[in-house]
């Protein structure tokens, strides 16, 4: 439908109009009628118009500076001028002012209108379709140039001194800040998310151009976007905005944006770094949780390398678990989950530490599939905080629900055998616990421990019943004098070795000799 407005300052004329014409059958609609130019115009500054029907002849604004006004503001309204026989220079003023028609009153009726009006309707149709055609094409243009400067911008992130230059002289503002766009997406498969990936990433980078002009922007990934930014004292506003408004796009949440912002920047030749830098902020959003804006300089205070020694607090972990110490273990657990914060770790440390974890808890589990598939699918996992109840999850798989949990026996036994036969290697030599505990890799507390609940003695008692047990032999088998007995069983102290071997045997090393000599 087009819309037409009438204007005559006789109410006879304007209701004879809008009465003995059938409008709609034809394609139009009125959208209403005044009396004089000024009391249109409202119709006219709200560009609510495409056919504009007026008499020349009217008191306060008469036709031709209403068609005048017309033209300037809506360029594409159709006038059409009513007009006496005695106005007829006024009607060559209105088509020099760029009315389209005229109709003499005198010989106005349905049939004349029709034919005016169908001329209008064809002429509005085709300057639709011309500017479609022109806009088609100036969109191409403008999207050929954007892909020509997203693959430069590419090449300069690369450090490429010739994309530089180029991009110098398309966004010569001299200072920039670089975003990094962060999108995730929630679906119940891979394909699902991919699909939301591909569907929203677009939208999203032709926002930023909308917003701000003919800065850069492009998708390294399918969930990250790059973008060179105008400094703007409102970004953060606009940013905040901009996050809102993609989160709730979607229906039930299924999207959520972060964005991760550089400082201000100089020179075209940091763009390396400052993308470096705005990726290194989005991923705090990791620790902070989603649909947030990290500025650099808001986080360089926050942020700073701390060591905490995962690999020892792992090891006696691992130590923890296998004497089925629950509650230390648990403890241990969230000391070590404690330090998943961005003053401590990456987003890329968490997940090792996290997998590390889980495999632990799988050898305990003689790799329960259920801890497997958990490993498999922390990399889908995009917060801290869901890491930390992946982590809890499988850690109460190997607890089964109960108290404490049930150490595993084989692991306790294959570690104190690996234990006997160094001991048996290397009895003849002055060993000590902690040199056992060092050769199978546990501390010497807990080993001394797990040596006495699997054996039933402790390590200096097994020791010297060993060399005793050996000494035996060589007093049966041998004509080794004592002292040579206790130097070849491990003893350096024969009285100590005597002691020693009466406590075992019930008699002295002699008189066993002599007790098989008889």
Request: some cysteine; proline content about 3%.
């Amino acid at each position: 439908m087009y819309r037409v407005l009438l204007v005559d300052d006789e109410k006879i004329a304007r209701i004879g109009l809008r009465t003995t014409f059938d409008w709609e059958r034809h394609g139009f609609i009125l959208v209403g009628e005044a009396s004089n130019g000024q009391n249109a115009m409202k119709w006219i500054q709200n560009q609510e118009i495409d056919i504009l029907i007026t008499d020349i002849a009217m008191p306060v604004m008469d036709g031709l500076e209403l068609t005048r006004k017309t033209k300037e503001l809506c360029p594409w309204v159709k006038v059409l001028l009513l007009s006496c026989h005695n106005d007829f220079e006024y009607v060559r003023e209105g088509i020099r002012l760029g009315a389209s028609d005229y109709i003499l009153k005198p010989t106005l009726n349905s049939d004349s209108l029709i034919t005016v009006l169908n001329q209008m309707k064809k002429k509005l149709q085709e300057e639709s379709e011309n500017r479609q055609i022109v806009q088609q094409f100036e969109d191409q243009q403008l999207a050929n140039k954007l892909k020509m400067l997203e693959k430069t911008f590419c090449k300069a992130l690369c450090g490429d001194l010739a994309a530089i230059e180029r991009i110098k002289t398309e966004c010569p503002e001299e200072s920039y800040r670089i975003a990094a766009l962060g999108i995730n997406v929630f679906g119940k498969t891979d394909a699902e998310r991919n699909d939301l990936l591909m569907e929203m990433g677009e939208p999203l980078k032709q926002v930023l151009y909308q917003v701000f002009g003919s800065f850069v922007s492009v998708m390294l990934r399918s969930d990250l976007l790059l973008a060179a930014l105008p400094v703007h004292p409102n970004l953060h506003v606009m940013f905040y905005e901009l996050i809102e408004q993609f989160s709730q796009h979607t229906q039930s949440h299924l999207l959520q944006v972060s964005i991760g912002l550089s400082v201000v920047y100089e020179n075209y030749l940091d763009l390396q770094y400052a993308s470096m830098e705005a990726e290194k902020m989005l991923a705090v959003d990791f620790f902070l949780g989603p649909c947030r804006l990290i500025a650099a300089e808001e986080q360089k205070d926050s942020i700073s390398a701390s060591f905490y020694p995962f690999a020892a607090a792992l090891h006696e972990l691992k130590e923890s678990l296998t004497m089925g110490f629950h509650s230390r273990s648990e403890q241990m657990i969230i000391e070590i989950m404690k330090h998943w914060l961005p003053q401590y770790r990456s987003k890329e440390e968490v997940l090792q530490e996290a997998e590390e974890l889980l495999s632990l808890f799988a050898v305990f589990k003689d790799a329960d599939s259920s801890i497997i598939r958990k490993i498999r699918e922390l990399g889908r996992l995009g917060y801290v905080t869901e890491v930390i109840q992946h982590v809890k999850d499988g850690y109460q798989t190997i607890v089964g629900g109960e108290d404490s949990p049930r150490p595993d026996k084989t692991l306790h036994q294959r570690i104190i055998m690996e234990a006997a036969d160094y001991i048996k290697s290397h009895y003849r030599e002055s060993i000590s616990l902690q040199e056992v505990a060092d050769a199978v890799n546990v501390s010497r507390n807990y080993f001394s421990e797990m040596f006495k609940r699997v054996t039933g003695e402790n390590f200096i008692d097994h020791l010297i019943a060993l060399r005793v047990k050996k000494a035996k032999e060589l007093l049966q088998g041998s004509s080794l004098k004592v002292y040579e007995v206790a130097e070849q069983s491990g003893f350096n102290d024969v009285k100590y070795f005597s002691k020693q071997f009466k406590k075992i045997v019930g008699v002295s090393p002699a008189e066993f000799q002599g007790l098989l000599r008889k």
